[in-house]
């Protein structure tokens, strides 16, 4: 929830200018860690375990490795401390009602945060959350094994997030969200359909295609919304505006996809849905300003 992207603008209001969009990636690169071990650990029980036993208690095996990375949050959480940016804004008292603030003041940069969360949510819980499921109950490949093709893009997106990141800082964040919604918007339902061919390797490297092009969006989204808003409003603008678009658009994908395909009867459907999405932020990114020299 709030957490997530509030450590992300504790993250970014703490780094100096020119490595924003590296230290801004880190966040969200956890995440895609966290999830591909998520994603390893299912491959595993699936492959070690029968379905009767799973279902009975193999389930909670993966709940014994969160006990130690919950120790850890807790300790980070508890010793750290505000960023300048904010205590100067808390004591110039700017800080009251900043959602409404927003609304007021910053209806635009607040569109601009929900379109392109939409689309965050709508490609990583498409490619990274409900493949493995399409590949079990569409293509009939094993659970174990769809499990390990879709950690396996993870690993390429997690290899690639701080690289790109990286680059962003020296070319802009406008260029690797043009190039990524555009690739998302001509390549999704191309890549889809490969997928479909049922050929292992074709699935892989089309799955790590989709992680090609998803590492371009998604290594410097979180820093470039952080500096779309001013820090006054920084952190509840960018939360609010992330989460309502991530639970609405991103939580809704395996629904969505999975009627599009029994509505239609269109296998590659959900790609559409992942083009359309992407062409609404591709028109976007033609009139949004850089970013990235921003004072924040």
Same mark, same amino acid.
């Given at each position: 929830?709030?957490?997530?992207?509030?450590?992300?603008?504790?993250?970014?209001?703490?780094?100096?200018?020119?490595?924003?969009?590296?230290?801004?990636?880190?966040?969200?690169?956890?995440?895609?860690?966290?999830?591909?071990?998520?994603?390893?650990?299912?491959?595993?029980?699936?492959?070690?375990?029968?379905?009767?036993?799973?279902?009975?208690?193999?389930?909670?095996?993966?709940?014994?490795?969160?006990?130690?990375?919950?120790?850890?949050?807790?300790?980070?959480?508890?010793?750290?401390?505000?960023?300048?940016?904010?205590?100067?804004?808390?004591?110039?008292?700017?800080?009251?009602?900043?959602?409404?603030?927003?609304? !007021?003041?910053?209806?635009?940069?607040?569109?601009?945060?929900?379109?392109?969360?939409?689309?965050?949510?709508?490609?990583?819980?498409?490619?990274?959350?409900?493949?493995?499921?399409?590949?079990?109950?569409?293509?009939?490949?094993?659970?174990?094994?769809?499990?390990?093709?879709?950690?396996?893009?993870?690993?390429?997106?997690?290899?690639?997030?701080?690289?790109?990141?990286?680059?962003?800082?020296?070319?802009?964040?406008?260029?690797?969200?043009?190039?990524?919604?555009?690739?998302?918007?001509?390549?999704?339902?191309?890549?889809?359909?490969?997928?479909?061919?049922?050929?292992?390797?074709? !699935?892989?490297?089309?799955?790590?295609?989709?992680?090609?092009?998803?590492?371009?969006?998604?290594?410097?989204?979180?820093?470039?919304?952080?500096?779309?808003?001013?820090?006054?409003?920084?952190?509840?603008?960018?939360?609010?505006?992330?989460?309502?678009?991530?639970?609405?658009?991103?939580?809704?994908?395996?629904?969505?996809?999975?009627?599009?395909?029994?509505?239609?009867? !269109?296998?590659?459907?959900?790609?559409?849905?992942?083009?359309?999405?992407?062409?609404?932020?591709?028109?976007?990114?033609?009139?949004?300003?850089?970013?990235?020299?921003?004072? !924040?």
């Amino acid at each position: 929830g709030g957490e997530y992207t509030t450590s992300i603008t504790f993250v970014v209001e703490h780094t100096p200018k020119d490595r924003r969009g590296f230290f801004g990636s880190i966040n969200f690169l956890g995440a895609v860690i966290g999830i591909m071990f998520g994603s390893l650990m299912g491959a595993f029980l699936t492959s070690a375990f029968d379905k009767e036993t799973l279902l009975d208690w193999g389930w909670r095996v993966g709940f014994l490795f969160g006990i130690v990375l919950a120790i850890v949050g807790i300790y980070v959480r508890k010793n750290a401390s505000e960023t300048p940016e904010f205590l100067a804004i808390e004591e110039e008292n700017k800080t009251k009602n900043p959602l409404l603030k927003t609304f !007021i003041h910053h209806p635009k940069e607040f569109l601009i945060s929900i379109i392109y969360s939409s689309l965050q949510g709508v490609a990583f819980f498409l490619l990274f959350v409900y493949m493995p499921t399409f590949y079990n109950k569409v293509l009939k490949i094993e659970m174990s094994k769809a499990l390990f093709i879709n950690s396996f893009a993870m690993f390429v997106l997690a290899i690639l997030i701080p690289i790109m990141a990286y680059l962003s800082d020296k070319y802009g964040r406008k260029p690797f969200l043009l190039a990524s919604t555009f690739l998302y918007s001509v390549a999704s339902v191309f890549l889809f359909k490969a997928i479909l061919s049922g050929d292992i390797k074709i !699935i892989v490297m089309s799955h790590v295609a989709f992680a090609v092009i998803s590492s371009l969006f998604m290594s410097v989204l979180p820093t470039f919304l952080v500096e779309n808003f001013p820090p006054d409003v920084r952190n509840t603008a960018f939360s609010v505006g992330y989460n309502i678009s991530l639970g609405i658009f991103g939580g809704t994908v395996p629904m969505v996809a999975t009627l599009l395909i029994q509505k239609t009867g !269109i296998l590659y459907s959900p790609a559409v849905y992942l083009s359309a999405v992407a062409f609404i932020c591709f028109l976007t990114t033609l009139f949004i300003k850089e970013s990235f020299k921003n004072e !924040i």
